[in-house]
Structure formats: structure tokens, C-alpha cells
């Protein structure tokens, strides 16, 4: 991963960074997921979906989506 870079106005005040894609997606997906996680109700559904042992095919999923 590379380097996270500063930007830094005349007065050498840090205004802004740049950050490698992947690490701003890690970023992104953690603040998503602490999000979803205030909620009660999002919180059991997501422990109920990480957990669930069956699952449907793609094409089933999507037939029933109507997609």
C-alpha cells in the first residue's frame, strides 16, 4: 500500500491528504459498517446474515428480485 501524502497550504497549515485507494475502501467499509452497527435492528440482521448456513444461487437471488 503506499504512502499517505499531506497537503499543506503557505503557511505549512495541513489541509488535506491524499491516501492510497485501497486503504480510503478500508476506510470507507469500517465506517459503513460501525453505521449499520447503531442500529439494533441492522445489528441482528447482519449477525443473522453472517451466520446463515443456507443460501440460494445467483440466478435464484435474482429471479426473485426481479432482476
Known amino acids: 500500500m503506499g504512502q ?3 497537503i499543506a497550504d ?3 497549515k495541513i489541509t488535506g ?3 492510497p485507494i485501497e486503504l ?3 476506510i470507507q467499509s469500517e465506517k459503513e459498517t460501525a ?3 447503531k442500529s439494533a435492528a441492522m445489528k441482528k440482521r ?3 446474515a453472517k ?3 443456507k443460501s440460494i444461487a ?3 437471488a435474482c429471479k426473485k428480485l426481479g432482476i
Open 17 to 19: 491528504v491524499i491516501v
Open 51 to 53: 451466520n446463515r448456513k
Open 35 to 37: 453505521y449499520l452497527l
Open 46 to 48: 447482519l449477525i443473522d
Open 10 to 12: 503557505e503557511n505549512n
Open 24 to 26: 480510503w475502501r478500508e
Open 4 to 6: 499517505i501524502q499531506y
Open 58 to 60: 445467483l440466478d435464484e
